[in-house]
């Protein structure tokens, strides 16, 4: 078998032995190896951050203008819809100052309008009480006119028709010698004012003639008179 040869062991001059030494060394290789390794790690990872960092720091950059220039419109927008409400305020204001003067002036003429409407049936009431009184007036006047014509129709070859409306219609015969049965007519007519006027005549008479008759039985009241007269008008005019 062959021997074990060892190394010989020798010192240093601070008491450290060879073996010692290479060890320490060893380490200390193995120490700055693994320092230059993760240091190139850590380089290469504060490297990535940095251009992360600018990125997102760019990034910030661009959303803080973008967010001052959103907030710069938003300001404009917030200002726009200040100015649209008190526009808004305004013709609210505007609007009920005009409804409130459209019930009141409204309110005044409806009024007016109800007031104009009673004076209106008032008068409507007056007008057809005098109306009922006038005609009430007018048949017993054509009453009376019938009969004080009764006393005249033997001797004047009279008679007497009641036509609408409270009228008289008088004819005349034997009044033309050739033709006895002719007749002769006119109709009287008491108007409103309760005056006497003709409203037919057959054949016709001269209006001044006609006129001349109404005008005096309205001042005499003869109405007897006036039937004389219209019959003497007629007779006249068979003899002419």
């Known amino acids: 078998m062959a021997a074990l040869v060892h190394?010989?062991?020798?010192?240093?001059?601070?008491?450290?032995?060879?073996?010692?030494?290479?060890?320490?060394?060893?380490a200390r290789s193995s120490l700055d190896a693994f320092v230059s390794h993760h240091k190139s790690v850590l380089d290469s990872v504060a490297s990535a951050g940095q251009a992360s960092i600018e990125k997102y720091t760019e990034e910030l950059t661009r959303l803080n203008e973008r967010l001052n220039e959103v907030e710069g419109q938003d300001g404009e927008m917030k200002k726009l819809n200040n100015q649209k409400m008190e526009e808004v305020t305004r013709k609210e204001a505007e609007i009920a100052a005009l409804e409130e003067k459209v019930t009141r002036e409204g309110g005044d003429r409806i009024s007016a309008l109800k007031s104009e409407e009673e004076t209106a049936r008032a008068l409507a009431e007056s007008c057809r009480a005098a109306r009922e009184k006038s005609e009430l007036s007018k048949s017993k006047t054509v009453d009376l006119l019938t009969k004080s014509i009764v006393s005249y129709r033997e001797g004047l070859g009279l008679e007497f028709e009641r036509a609408a409306g409270n009228k008289l219609r008088l004819v005349f015969t034997s009044l033309d010698p050739n033709d006895h049965s002719r007749a002769f007519a006119f109709t009287v007519n008491v108007n409103e004012s309760e005056e006497y006027e003709i409203q037919e005549c057959m054949p016709k008479l001269d209006d001044l003639v006609l006129s001349e008759m109404v005008n005096n039985v309205n001042q005499t009241n003869d109405f007897g008179g006036f039937v004389r007269g219209v019959r003497n008008a007629f007779k006249e005019q068979i003899d002419a």
């Open 7 to 26: 190394a010989p062991i020798t010192e240093t001059p601070l008491g450290f032995t060879s073996n010692l030494l290479d060890t320490l060394s060893h």
